[in-house]
Structures are given as structure tokens and as C-alpha cells.
């Protein structure tokens, strides 16, 4: 029988995340030798956390050109990918391993459980099943090229080699778990560009101490105004959810990359409007006819039952010259619509985009010039395949970065 060396294998995979795993089990199950190292105790850790731990594991987006248009300039290197391992083949994937999916608003496709531990078990046993050789807690400590190819990974516990390596070590959001930007480093030394990384998914920054008081609050359905000192720049409608540091939310996120380009002509504000499908008038009229049925209530209690729930006490603040002890009926009508104006525009002040720490998605990476996306494969390292977040690619949220680990996870598995 010939004598395995421990030291050598077919394929490596540095890094233990969504798309590491799927080269990995891919690999695998070709029946390809592979190699797995990843950093922390246990694999998938920015996946368990992903969706809010519910995990948004792709978008439901059947017409592939509508899909791919999600991903600005890098759509015209994906379509070969994308018909290699789509959004059909994800959900395949998943339900054919018992874990149905269910589709929710702007086509989120989430387990049906709403467990990003169920999708971790998932890709866990996936890749247990191809006997992958898992070792975790295992840093890789450089990656050695030579001639345009890569000859070795430099671990602790010694030197590893293999005919292919996948490097999956995620870019540089969520570094609690584990995402340090190492990858970008090694890519560096073997030669290839990197695009420094920026959040591009991630919540605003806000001075209004009214929404310190009130973190925590979702705000359904409102729109949000965005100005550069009194321009109108752009508006969308959405669930806004608010925090000791601002503002946050799908809505908020996917906004923040025109936020950040809007920072660069001057002070950016926002204005809330808490009834975006009633214009002034029509909320005058409304609020009139609550107090009539309330009219010797106290005003503050009146809010309460007029505002999303738990606000009430805080909004009446943005209105100084209006004393919530008064009974409704004392309220002038000068005073109701002041209180009208307020609940159309709760004012806002950005200064700036919270930082990599608390970004869900960071760009950045290895321009896709520099790869065969057809494969995943390096054009500077012939036997190097780069997937995740390693690759310079603006995408919204909504379950479309989830999606590009599945697909670069099983084509690099495919082609390595």
C-alpha cells in the first residue's frame, strides 16, 4: 500500500467559512485528499452570526441578469459561475440535505428553522462527509510562492503542501470572528493588487441624543430623506432600526455606500417621516380626528397610542413648545402642527459611516481582472483559487454575499 504522507495533499483550504467549506466538501467529494485549516474552535463563525443569526442564505432571484446587475461592475465576470452553481443549485443544495428554505420580503431566502446553526450543521457534515481533514485552532502563518505558483502553507505544526490551494479567509468585517485581513496580506506577497478595503454595508453614525433614547426601536415603514445641506439627494422607504450609535437596519445598510459618497460634498442629514403615505394634510386631518375621540386625555398619552409603540415620550421632546401634560383639547391647532411636522421629519445628522467592526459586508480585495472567474483560479498564481471575501466585489445585502460564497465555494471545489 502506498504511504500517505501527512504533509501533502491535493488540495488545501485556508479558511473554515461559508465558502471555504464549500470548496472544501466540493473538493471532497471529488474524491480529492483536502485539507482544511481555520483559525478559531469551530468552523463557520461569521456564518453563525450572519441574518442576525438567522441567516440570509442567498436571494431568491430567479432571472439571473436581474440578479447579477446586484453586483455593479463585477456582474460581467460572474455569469460563468453563476451557471456553473446558482441561486437554483443553493436551494437544492440545502433542501436536499433536509433544511427547506423559506422566502421572505425582497426575496430573502432564509432556513425555515431561521438557525444560521442549522446551516453551519449543514456545511459541518458536508464536509465531514468527504473526510476533509479539518484542523482547527490551526493558523496559517504565510503562504509561500515561487515561479508563479504557490509551493507551500506554512502552519503551526509545520510546512504543507498540495497540488492546489483555496484561500477563503474572509476579508476584514466581523473581526471578533476572525476576519483580520491576513488573506489580503499573503495576496500581497505572492503579487497580486488589493483594493483596500472600506464598509460598504454598515450603519450610520447620528449626533441626536433622541435616538440614543431610544435604541433598540425598529421604526416600520417610514421613509428616509437623505440632504447635503438643504439639497435633496435621495429618499427610500423601509424599516429603520435605531441605536445608541445612530442608525441601522437592511433599509440603512444598503444605504450606506451613497451615504458615503454624499460625505464627501458636505454635511449630511436625514429626515424621517414616521407616515410616508400620508402628505401633511392628510396626517393633520388623521391626528385631529384622534384627538377629537381623546380630547381630555393628556396629550402624551395620545402620542403613545399615535406613534410606533415606545416612542411617544421621546418624540414629544423634538417639540419643545408643546407641553405634553396639556389635555388634547387645549392643543392649539399652531401646536398640532408642530407635532405634524415632527412625526413628517424627525431631523437627523450624519457624520460619518460606523467602521469596519460593525460592517456586514467590507469591499476590497483582488480586482476580478486578475482572476479566471471561470474557475476561481489566479492568474498570478496558476495553482491558487480565491473565493469570498478575498475578491472586490460591491454587493447590497439581502443575501446576495451568502450566495457568491455558495457559487466561488463549489466552482473553486470543482476546478481545483
Sequence with gaps: MKKVDPMRFDVIVIGGGAAGMMAAGTAAARGKRVL?????????EKLRISGGGR???????EDVKVLLKKYDEAEQFLYSAFSEFGVKDTFSFFESRNLPLVVEANKRAFPKSQSAADVVRIMAEYVAKGKVDVRLKTSARRIVGKDGKVEKVIASGGEYFADSYILSTGGVSHPETGSTGDGFAWLKELGHTVADPTPTIVPLKAKEKWLRDLSGTTLPAVKITFYVGKEKKFTKTGNILLAHFGLSGPLILNSAAQVADLLQEGT??????????????ALDKKL??????NKNKLLKNVVKEFTPSGTGDVLLTLVPTVDPEKKVHSITKEERRALVDMLKGLPVTIPGLMGLDRAVIADGGVPLTEM?????????CTNLF??????????PSGGYSLQLCWTEGYVAGMNC
Design 36 to 44: 482544511l485549516f481555520e483559525k478559531n474552535d469551530r468552523l463557520g
Design 55 to 61: 441567516c440570509n442564505i442567498t436571494n431568491a432571484e
Design 268 to 281: 449630511v442629514t436625514a429626515r424621517i417621516d414616521l407616515f410616508p403615505s400620508l402628505d401633511i394634510g
Design 288 to 293: 385631529t380626528e384622534h384627538f377629537d375621540t
Design 372 to 380: 479566471d472567474m471561470r474557475t476561481m483560479r489566479s492568474k498570478v
Design 386 to 395: 480565491i473565493i469570498g471575501d478575498l475578491l472586490h466585489i460591491n454587493r
